[in-house]
């Protein structure tokens, strides 16, 4: 076990509502790379230590507009850590809400937060008013930073919550006032918050079955020793790689694999201008010679023509996660590109991948092993491990774990120290891990999670539905899709037309992508005999 420091974060919002520690995961840190000290601030670690190790000169952060070298960026991170704490008179602790897709204006800001000793609430670039204000209630956020493209939804979610003051915005195209041009007017280098390691670095949310955004908390030391796992003995970049995917940063997913992990490595990162289509990536992989690829399973398969067409130039890591990878999509890649797939599972709680396996390890069909400082294994509802070859739900110990803010539902991802991410899997004899399907009512589609009853409260404020009830269902190109049944209330007719109104008004309520791709009607729904609904019969349906 690492040794302990004393927190330098003076706002203790978080630290106080973290599960009481009987409820916390069993941490491991059994591996010599996982000796990380106690005192400790990852971006002080990672950017200004790369410029140390010689790194400064070399590319870091990417754009088709710049490319700015880690002794820049470095600078850059500095300016916007003295407005940060300067201007805006932040100290150690507070939360700081990021809104913004991937751009080097956001990881920049994210990287400045961290750096600063606040705390990160990074948020998706879709998500709607109302969802923006379940975060900000539950993080209680002391200042907000904008893509300015971005700033109508944040500014409704601010309207009735008075504690949140005027957004500071960047990629402001050099506008008065914006963070860029506030942070550039002092050219003084910015001494990292002297963190312990256990301080917290970031929330990220997520959503669960019931919709409600929980809270994943990690601290400096879990993203730099998930740094020391999954990437040193599966990924292994090197500084000479180029990384590019699709995933947005405000996921753990896409800020491990865009951000995190590239900086670990040396590497540089490219962001595009706007989001990528199937085509679009491809041509921008061989057009800055990309050697490193994350995306889901849905945009490699749809990528796989393009591929063959136009080729995909120096790649030679794909990495494939957040959705269950079908073999056919995993040999269709390869048949295009020439290129194994690289798969994976991970969970916002644990941060980053912790089952996974590359090249020569690959088995078909499988995710792969358990990653270097991490243990899995396959147990029954009481915990106990199943016999090999039976399928059972996941349980996971390692560097990282679950800790939600203030939330109940801690002690149903924690149970006996381990954690339990909801997934069902086979484990063979040789170690092998075969994904099963999840064991609750989350959607995966397109490597995006949604929770079905999210959209059955956006559905139920339709003033023409009376009942919904919101599954999965399997579908070949997007791995599932949200699928709706509604009830309607007396003159509503039940056509294509409805069907239209219903996935506009999702789109319009919550994130657009968690509208029901398909809309059934029916006179009831399947309930018990204490109204609950049978989403199973649904699902046979």
């Given at each position: 076990m690492s040794a302990t420091a004393m927190s330098a974060q003076t706002d203790r919002f978080v630290h106080d509502r973290l599960p009481p520690r009987d409820q916390w995961p069993q941490l491991c840190y059994d591996r010599p790379e996982l000796q990380l000290p106690a005192r400790l601030n990852l971006v002080e670690r990672l950017l200004d230590g790369a410029c140390d190790r010689g790194w400064g000169g070399r590319p870091c952060l990417r754009s088709a507009g710049e490319v700015l070298t880690?002794?820049?960026?470095?600078?850059?991170?500095?300016?916007?850590?003295?407005?940060?704490?300067?201007?805006?008179?932040?100290?150690?602790?507070?939360?700081?809400?990021?809104?913004?897709?991937?751009?080097?204006?956001?990881?920049?800001?994210?990287?400045?937060?961290?750096?600063?000793?606040?705390?990160?609430?990074?948020?998706?670039?879709?998500?709607?008013?109302?969802?923006?204000?379940?975060?900000?209630?539950?993080?209680?956020?002391?200042?907000?930073?904008?893509?300015?493209?971005?700033?109508?939804?944040?500014?409704?979610?601010?309207?009735d919550r008075a504690g949140l003051g005027e957004p500071l915005l960047f990629n402001a195209g050099g506008r008065a006032g914006s963070l860029e041009v506030r942070a550039a007017a002092d050219p003084r280098t910015f001494a990292a918050c002297p963190t312990a390691g256990d301080d917290v670095a970031m929330m990220a949310f997520t959503s669960g079955t019931t919709g409600k955004p929980k809270a994943a908390v990690h601290t400096h030391r879990d993203v730099l020793a998930a740094c020391e796992a999954w990437p040193r003995h599966v990924l292994r970049a090197t500084p000479d790689d180029i990384v590019v995917g699709s995933p947005p940063l405000a996921f753990t997913f896409g800020l491990g694999g865009l951000l995190i992990f590239p900086l670990w490595a040396g590497a540089s990162v490219f962001f595009p201008d706007g989001p990528y289509n199937p085509e679009s990536m491809v041509?921008?992989?061989?057009?800055?010679?990309?050697?490193?690829?994350?995306?889901?399973?849905?945009?490699?398969?749809?990528?796989?023509?393009?591929?063959?067409?136009?080729?995909?130039?120096?790649?030679?890591?794909?990495?494939?996660?957040?959705?269950?990878?079908?073999?056919?999509?995993?040999?269709?890649?390869?048949?295009?590109?020439?290129?194994?797939?690289?798969?994976?599972?991970?969970?916002?709680?644990?941060?980053?991948?912790?089952?996974?396996?590359?090249?020569?390890?690959?088995?078909?069909?499988?995710?792969?092993?358990?990653?270097?400082?991490?243990?899995?294994?396959?147990?029954?509802?009481?915990?106990?491990?199943?016999?090999?070859?039976?399928?059972?739900?996941?349980?996971?110990?390692?560097?990282?774990?679950?800790?939600?803010?203030?939330?109940?539902?801690?002690?149903?991802?924690?149970?006996?120290?381990?954690?339990?991410?909801?997934?069902?899997?086979?484990?063979?004899?040789?170690?092998?891990?075969?994904?099963?399907?999840?064991?609750?009512?989350?959607?995966?589609?397109?490597?995006?999670?949604?929770?079905?009853?999210?959209?059955?409260?956006?559905?139920?404020?339709?003033?023409?539905?009376?009942?919904c009830g919101v599954i999965g269902k399997p579908d070949e190109e997007r791995g599932m899709i949200v699928k709706a049944f509604c009830v309607l209330k007396p003159g509503h007719a039940a056509d294509g037309a409805m069907v239209k109104a219903l996935q506009d008004h999702v789109k319009a309520t919550i994130a657009p992508f968690k509208y029901p791709r398909e809309i059934e009607f029916l006179p009831s729904l399947p309930r018990t005999e204490t109204g609950k609904l049978q989403r199973f019969r649904l699902r046979q349906l």
């Open positions: 880690y002794d820049q960026a470095r600078r850059r991170v500095d300016g916007i850590c003295r407005v940060l704490t300067d201007d805006l008179a932040l100290v150690p602790g507070n939360r700081v809400l990021l809104r913004g897709g991937n751009s080097i204006g956001m990881a920049l800001a994210w990287l400045a937060v961290v750096k600063a000793g606040l705390i990160a609430v990074a948020t998706m670039p879709l998500l709607r008013a109302r969802e923006l204000g379940d975060i900000i209630d539950k993080a209680q956020p002391a200042a907000a930073l904008c893509d300015a493209a971005l700033l109508d939804e944040l500014e409704l979610a601010r309207r041509r921008q992989i061989g057009a800055i010679g990309a050697t490193i690829c994350y995306t889901a399973p849905t945009f490699y398969r749809q990528m796989a023509p393009f591929a063959r067409q136009h080729g995909v130039g120096r790649l030679r890591i794909c990495v494939s996660a957040g959705e269950g990878l079908p073999d056919a999509t995993r040999q269709l890649w390869k048949q295009a590109t020439g290129i194994e797939m690289l798969d994976g599972i991970g969970a916002t709680e644990m941060f980053h991948i912790f089952i996974s396996s590359a090249g020569a390890d690959v088995r078909p069909g499988a995710i792969g092993k358990v990653v270097p400082g991490y243990q899995a294994k396959v147990v029954d509802e009481q915990g106990r491990e199943l016999p090999r070859g039976t399928i059972g739900s996941l349980a996971v110990i390692g560097p990282t774990g679950c800790r939600y803010l203030d939330d109940a539902r801690q002690t149903q991802y924690v149970r006996g120290g381990w954690n339990h991410p909801g997934d069902a899997f086979v484990q063979d004899e040789d170690g092998y891990f075969f994904y099963q399907a999840r064991a609750d009512d989350m959607i995966i589609t397109a490597g995006y999670n949604v929770g079905g009853p999210e959209v059955e409260d956006a559905l139920l404020r339709h003033p023409a539905v009376a009942e």
